[in-house]
């Protein structure tokens, strides 16, 4: 079994950063690739993004790229999401999630383990 623990999240002003961090431990050899969501209130879940766990190969989705990446430190078993100028439609719960298979995939369904959260606030 993956444990996902998120970490990084907090209150930043508007056009600010933040870096969220997900350690994962456990069995991370069965990590085939490890993703980010969020979830505003009322709102569904929505992907951000995705990293290979094996390597370096990344997907944003377009309404996040350009101001969001995807990165990861593997002797540390994290996986970062670096977010630049932030704005108030940001804000939400964001989650990492993992998945067996070395494959893209969008699709919460798709992924089996996951974090327990971290909010971010973004202030107008």
């Known amino acids: 079994q993956v444990r996902l623990v998120e970490s990084g999240g907090g209150l930043v002003q508007a056009g600010g950063s933040l870096r969220l961090s997900c350690a994962a431990s456990?069995?991370?050899?069965?990590?085939?690739?490890l993703a980010w969501f969020r979830q505003a209130p009322g709102k569904e879940r929505e992907f951000l993004g995705l990293i290979l766990w094996g390597d370096s190969l990344t997907r944003l989705e377009d309404s996040v790229r350009g101001r969001f990446t995807i990165s990861k430190n593997i002797a540390r078993n994290t996986v970062y999401l670096q977010m630049n100028n932030l704005n108030p439609e940001d804000t939400a719960a964001y989650y990492c999630?993992?998945?067996?298979?070395?494959?893209?995939?969008?699709?919460?369904?798709?992924?089996?383990?996951w974090g327990q959260g971290t909010q971010v606030t973004v202030s107008s």
């Open positions: 999630a993992a998945r067996r298979l070395r494959e893209f995939s969008r699709s919460a369904a798709d992924f089996g383990s």
């Open positions: 456990g069995r991370t050899g069965n990590i085939g690739a």
